[in-house]
């Protein structure tokens, strides 16, 4: 079973800086996508970045429009670990964090989507 360990949450005054950790453990043969999803409270769930990386070893990232610039989003294949770096900070990015691993091959089965338990993001005006 593929589980996920989120860190580096926390409250930040607007302008500033978090980096964001996720890893990933189990018998995981490979990942196809990793990414950063977001929840306000009364909002639905929201890509924050992705980032997808072929056989062949060429990555591609992605964002959402309110975070381009601002965010970004790196991988270790060789530690099943995503890094969601995360500057000028505003107080709109004040959601829990959700780390998501993306058809996740293992040693028994295909995992379509792994969810992380979430990390709280707070920005202060």
């Known amino acids: 079973q593929v589980q996920l360990v989120e860190s580096g949450g926390g409250l930040v005054q607007a302008g500033g800086s978090l980096r964001l950790s996720c890893a990933a453990s189990?018998?995981?043969?490979?990942?196809?996508?990793m990414g950063w999803y977001r929840q306000a409270p009364g909002k639905q769930r929201e890509l924050v970045a992705s980032i997808t990386t072929t056989p062949r070893g060429i990555t591609t990232s992605n964002y959402g429009d309110s975070v381009k610039g601002r965010f970004t989003i790196s991988r270790d294949s060789a530690k099943n670990t995503t890094f969601l770096e995360m500057n000028n900070l505003k107080p709109e990015d004040t959601a829990v964090y959700y780390c998501n691993l993306n058809r996740v091959r293992t040693a028994t089965t295909m995992e379509a989507d792994v969810w992380g338990q979430g990390t709280q993001v707070t920005v202060s005006s």
């Open positions: 189990g018998s995981i043969f490979s990942i196809h996508a």
